[in-house]
């Protein structure tokens, strides 16, 4: 048995087959809908929960990966026999969990002080959402089970949150605006206007970067964006919710521009289709290093 183990949360969108093929532990986080609580990525599927979505009388809400959930899996995995624990956070601009990893860390070295020379416990903030950090964190599994040692793993992951980029378009606006992505003002005035808003999240900071005046300017100007800004010939991801024809055009039209397929596609799963809606398209990709 390896003795890395790869940890990270649901907001990555790690579906379940995924994380136990590559053996990655994903923390959950909680999603409460009309007043029930369910959790992200176990109680339903993607697509389970944008049906729930077009039924509930209120905007789903989640809360963070409690600082319990993380002493729980210090101890297993100390008392497993894991040497090295890297834990890849989802941004520290939009949840306390990245916190919650940290003091959570400290409460068990505290607790096992004879722990600190056996068990290196590193939490990373990837300053991102959805498979901006699931990718890495698959990918450093995979390095993981080739031999690779809990550095070389390290440096891969911080090399690639240095670099990568999401940028994706809601269809609509309303969990935009809940979430503070697009103002409410804003919000208003592309509803009025037709315009739909280009959102692009990097480094933690969000901000709306074009905005494309109906939807059939949409795909062209993702695709624009991405030809800019992406290093030829790295990997890249596309993110879909419940808009398959959409999803299948962007697939289609990218794939030719670029010159070679998506790495993966994948579904935004309850956490972050909570915030921004489960109408949307998107892509990640890895940009110049910043840092």
């Known amino acids: 048995m390896s003795k890395i183990k790869i940890m990270t949360d649901s ?31 176990i109680d339903f599927t993607p697509d ?22 993380f002493a729980e899996k210090y101890e297993q995995f100390y008392n497993e026999g894991i040497k ?3 834990y890849v956070s989802i941004s520290s601009t939009g949840s306390s ?9 400290d409460e068990f070295y505290e607790n096992h002080p004879e722990a600190k020379d056996k068990f290196k416990i590193t939490v990373i903030d990837s300053l991102n959402y959805t498979f901006t950090y699931g990718y890495p964190v698959i990918e ?24 990568t980029e999401v940028h994706f378009v809601s269809y ?8 503070g992505r697009v103002s409410a003002g804003a919000a208003f ?21 074009e905005k494309v005046r109906g939807e059939k300017a949409i795909i062209p100007k993702l695709i624009d964006i991405s030809k800019n800004c ?6 890249y991801i596309l993110l879909e919710g419940c808009l398959p024809d959409e999803a299948a055009a962007f697939k289609k039209e990218i794939t030719k521009a670029v010159g070679y397929p998506p790495e993966r596609t994948v579904k935004i799963g309850s956490t972050i289709a909570s915030h921004a809606g489960p109408k949307i398209i998107g892509i990640v990709i890895k940009g110049q290093r910043r840092r």
């Open 230 to 235: 992406m290093i030829p010939q790295t990997p």
């Open 97 to 105: 969990t990245y916190n919650n990893a940290l003091k959570s860390r």
């Open 84 to 86: 090295d624990l890297i």
């Open 140 to 163: 450093a599994a995979a390095k993981a089970a080739r031999g690779c040692s809990a550095e070389e793993i390290i440096a891969f992951i911080e090399e690639w949150i240095s670099c």
């Open 172 to 179: 609509t606006l309303d969990y935009v605006k809940r979430s």
């Open 11 to 41: 907001a990555s969108d790690i579906d379940i087959k995924l994380a136990d093929e590559y053996g990655v532990c994903v923390l959950p986080f909680t999603v409460v809908i009309d007043g029930k609580e369910y959790v992200d990525g």
């Open 48 to 69: 389970e929960f944008y049906e729930k979505m077009a039924s509930c009388t209120d905007f789903p809400k989640t809360s963070q990966v409690r600082p319990d959930q």
């Open 189 to 209: 005035m592309g509803e009025l206007l037709g315009l739909k808003p280009i959102i692009s999240i990097i480094d933690g900071d969000s901000k709306v970067t």
